[in-house]
């Protein structure tokens, strides 16, 4: 099992970028595929980016490509994503997620979730 913490979310500004964490407690964690999600309210929690275990084949939603990175770093267990040229609508809580299988867009192929930060962009 796998604990998950996510940080740095905060109000920044149209066009700012910001770095999210994502902590995991437990030895195996550079066996798990990571991904992040968000959800803004009123919607339904949507995929934005996702990473294989190794750090390769990184996988974006359309929405986010060429603005945000997703990388991590399996000697620390953190798993980063780096967004650039925030938008208003990029606003929503984010979570981090880890698959015990395989890299995934759907939030019901991961098995463990952290409890968000949240991440408001002001235009």
């Known amino acids: 099992q796998v604990q998950l913490v996510e940080s740095g979310g905060e109000l920044v500004q149209a066009g700012d970028s910001l770095r999210l964490s994502c902590a995991a407690s437990?030895?195996?964690?550079?066996?798990?595929?990571m991904g992040w999600f968000r959800q803004a309210p009123g919607k339904e929690r949507e995929f934005v980016a996702a990473?294989?275990?190794?750090?390769?084949?990184?996988s974006y939603a359309d929405s986010v490509k060429d603005r945000f990175t997703i990388s991590r770093d399996n000697a620390k267990n953190t798993v980063f994503l780096q967004m650039n040229s925030l938008k208003p609508e990029d606003t929503a809580v984010y979570y981090c997620?880890?698959?015990?299988?395989?890299?995934?867009?759907?939030?019901?192929?991961?098995?463990?979730w952290g409890q968000g930060t949240q991440v408001t962009v002001s235009s």
């Open positions: 990473i294989s275990s190794r750090g390769s084949t990184p």
């Open positions: 437990g030895r195996t964690f550079s066996s798990y595929p």
């Open positions: 997620a880890a698959s015990r299988f395989f890299v995934a867009r759907r939030a019901r192929d991961y098995d463990y």
